[in-house]
């Protein structure tokens, strides 16, 4: 019987008549699909499987300038041909920030808002419906501009992004006003309600599209919660570190209930990559400019160990004298020389994205960071060796 076969960038994916499709490698931790570069290749050989997570790709962080979802879904797609992903507009105000959009994927908890940002509400609230209008919206609006696209039903692989339970727990307030983190019974609540919560919604977009999904959790508060330097609603009220332990505990509780690849990301000044790499996490991803050579074992160790890396090159801002790809692209050689790895590792274990959310860049910029992005990320996976001094 012959097979049907569907365009999924470079690859083509084959649908066997009994029925083949995603598969989940629990000792690596990823999602596989079965992708074949034709079929001829194919014949009738057992295909090898390839991961979702493909270096010498470029993605966004997740935010996006603007408060029309359909133009920025339709740009996103554009922009990012082999991974776009779902937009988020925090422009459009409480509700759509990082934060408030969570209310519309939790299970039985909702969000309502506060003077100084959100806080757990027994019921729902206008902040609660606020936050699933704004998704719904975001979810038409994809929907709408992969079927524009051609790319309904091709099994391709699109990017969704969520505040993890730690920056929630940091974030969020219990009703009495003291942060969740407070609470170990709150915080694990909240981490099985986010757990389940990503589960309906990666289903959903997979249902919407018919595409692949990779899980972005978003955890810029991770090193405050670790060094135990949030403070309390008055300078009397501290809260203390979490051990690494505890806060594994809770990341793997959300990470390890998805059946999609997770990338864990941080725009911290100062990423906990030893911490993130022992997470299970498929990925994990951080600002390019906030490596220092500390840092340079535990990076080591993550590429060792199979993860991905998703490096913020590109600047989220215009920057003040114009720059090339390959200025981008320059930092990231240079890391994967001080690392002692083959330049090859650019193509099979760097993703390339902007250096945080593009949220409040310049229209303009924010376009053109991404094409950059993107022309890094080409030239990581055609020609990794290429070396910096051919940019003069």
Known sequence: MRRTVGVCGPWRVASAPTGCGPTFDESKGVERVTLWRSEHDRQDAAPE????????????????????????AATIIGELPVLPHLVELPERGIGADMIGRVSALLVDLLFD????????????????????????????????????????????VVK?????????????????????????????????????????????????????????????????VLEGSLQGPSILNT????????ALHILDTVINAQSSPVLLHTCASRPPLTTMGRTAAAAISFDASTITTADLDALGEIVDSGKKIALGLTPTEPPAAPVTWRDVAEPAVRLIDRLGFPRTTLATHILVTPACGLATAPMPWARKALAITTDVARSFAEDPDWSPEERR
């Open 49 to 72: 499987p390839v991961e979702l997570l493909v270096g010498g790709t470029a993605t966004g962080v997740g935010s996006w300038p603007g408060t029309d979802p359909r133009e920025a």
């Open 239 to 246: 809260i203390r570190a979490l051990p690494e332990p505890e």
């Open 160 to 224: 969704i992004q969520c505040a993890g339970p730690l920056t929630l727990a940091a974030e969020v307030e219990l009703p009495g006003g003291h942060r969740i983190l407070t609470d170990s019974g709150a915080v694990r609540d909240l981490s099985e309600s986010l757990a389940e919560g990503l589960v309906r919604h990666a289903a959903e977009i997979r249902k919407r599209l018919g595409a692949e999904v990779i899980i972005q959790l978003d955890e810029p508060q991770l090193t405050t």
């Open 113 to 156: 808002s506060t003077t100084r940002g959100y806080r757990l509400a027994p019921r729902p609230t206008g902040v609660s419906r606020r936050a699933r209008d704004f998704m719904q919206a975001d979810l038409d609006a994809i929907e709408e501009a992969w079927e524009t696209a051609g790319l309904a039903g091709s099994g391709r």
